[in-house]
């Protein structure tokens, strides 16, 4: 089975732009979670999507979205980039939920000048 | 925030020694799970262990869990250079999502 793809696996932008990551699990996987990881806050969890809909949140404000599709493949979007923004961004895919093990991919890593 | 927490932030062994890392946490939980990470890459997943579970083996891999502490250990027995890598416990309470610890980073001198 091919493993978690992300991309694009690096990305430059500026302030006050959006940007776009996708992800697509493992087949047959249904569940995709969404992960930043800085070197000050360490890994935290965004959003986790299970058939299209949202099934959990963390602590991010609304400029953090996500969508799932029919295909299990999700993207996420940050609107009005903040310099705080430039992290490693990382989706997970699990059978069921986080009782399973995740399934993480290579990562996004997002820099914001 | 953070639901685990391991200690120690960092460690340094030589090749052929085991490595003990530890994590806490502070409510109960369905399963606790521990994942590596080599330089800022995805992470991989290592053991799962249970709340109904005291020890669990894989490979050169024991985790143990004493939900009574709230703590679990990993140890990683005659360890390699390739083991060096951040470790990280993430705790899953029912219909939750999995919290990360800050990780422990193990370096592996040969």
């Known amino acids: 089975k091919a493993g978690v793809t992300q991309t694009p696996r690096y990305l430059i932008k500026t302030r006050g732009q959006q940007v776009t990551l996708s992800c697509s699990p493992i087949s047959g996987h249904r569940s995709v979670s969404w992960y930043q990881q800085t070197p000050g806050q360490g890994l935290q969890f965004l959003f986790e999507?299970?058939?299209?809909?949202?099934?959990n949140k963390g602590n991010f404000p609304g400029r953090f979205s996500g969508r799932q599709f029919s295909n299990s493949r999700s993207e996420m979007n940050v609107s009005t980039l903040e310099l705080g923004d430039s992290a490693l961004y990382l989706c997970?895919?699990?059978?069921?939920?986080?009782?399973?093990?995740?399934?993480f991919g290579p990562g996004t890593r997002l820099t914001v000048t | 925030s953070q639901q685990g927490e391991e200690d120690p932030q960092a460690l340094s062994i030589q090749e052929g020694e085991n490595a003990t890392m530890n994590c806490s946490y502070k409510?109960?939980?369905?399963?606790l799970q521990w994942y590596r990470q080599n330089s800022g890459r995805g992470l991989v997943h290592l053991i799962l262990i249970r709340s109904n579970e005291r020890e669990k083996h894989s490979g050169r891999l024991r985790v143990t869990l004493d939900t009574s502490k709230k703590s679990s250990s990993l140890l990683i027995t005659a360890s390699r250079a390739a083991d060096t890598a951040s470790y990280f416990c993430?705790?899953?309470?029912?219909?939750?999502?999995?919290?990360f610890g800050k990780g422990t980073t193990l370096s592996v001198s040969s």
């Open positions: 997970a895919s699990s059978q069921s939920d986080h009782s399973y093990e995740q399934y």
């Open positions: 993430a705790t899953n309470q029912a219909g939750t999502a999995l919290i």
């Open positions: 409510t109960s939980i369905n399963n």
């Open positions: 999507y299970f058939s299209e809909t949202q099934r």
